[in-house]
């Protein structure tokens, strides 16, 4: 375990890469935003899966040579609809370990999952983002007021029909699962120096590249 003191950690940004003990801990509290992982079929910090299935849509700068890979074995790749030079892959998932979704969960437990991490685990934000249904939009206003000194900050997002194309996370059924898993093919071996643009270092407004 690496310990890096508060001056280190105020004056610039630090990639952590653990490799036995697959945690990390800095002094005083602080901690870093940019090294966080995100596995398929495991759900981002403290939220709930948006179904049994859905598809992770990712994002890749144009020209990377890993969208060969994809496509080759078979995944869906579109132009992303946001952002120019951006390719969005498409992966069908399956959540191995199941038992609700985003849509079986209110918007009140949410907010108090988000809360008690915020109090008994993290010294900064809990970054979260509370799905709400139709009819919770009303209460949203009542609820800031309830959580305004349990919570840093918190976003709010629709369950349905929140507007986003090619969204990070979309519900699919199991047929729609298993017709995207049909025809995949093994991803062929990529070599060791295959990557994206590595950041060199960075401060709080720019990145240097390699």
């Not at 579109?78 to 985003?102: G, M």
């Not at 008690?116 to 009542?142: L, M, R």
């Not at 060791?192 to 960075?202: A, P, R, S, V, W």
Request: charged letters at 25%.
């Amino acid at each position: 375990m690496k310990l890096i003191n508060k001056e280190e950690s105020e004056n610039f940004t630090v990639d952590i890469e653990v490799e036995d003990s697959h945690t990390y801990q800095l002094n005083n509290g602080i901690v870093t935003h940019n090294t966080v992982s995100l596995l398929s079929g495991v759900t981002p910090g403290i939220h709930y899966p948006i179904s049994e299935y859905y598809i992770r849509n990712i994002r890749f700068q144009e020209g990377s040579p890993l969208l060969k890979f994809l496509g080759d074995a078979g995944y869906t790749i579109e132009k992303d609809k946001y952002s120019n030079n951006t390719w969005v892959v498409s992966f069908p998932v399956k959540e191995n370990h199941f038992d609700r979704c985003i849509e079986d969960v209110s918007m009140w437990e949410q907010l108090e999952n988000a809360a008690a991490i915020q109090e008994v685990w993290a010294d900064n934000q809990v970054s979260v983002t509370i799905s709400f249904s139709p009819d919770e939009a009303k209460d949203i206003g009542n609820a800031l007021e309830m959580f305004e000194k349990r919570l840093k900050g918190v976003s709010f997002l629709p369950k349905k029909d929140h507007g986003y194309e090619q969204a990070p996370y979309i519900p699919i059924s199991q047929s729609d699962y298993l017709a995207m898993t049909d025809n995949l093919k093994k991803i062929k071996k990529i070599k060791k120096d295959t990557h994206e643009i590595t950041e060199k270092y960075c401060d709080s407004d720019s990145c240097v590249l390699k």
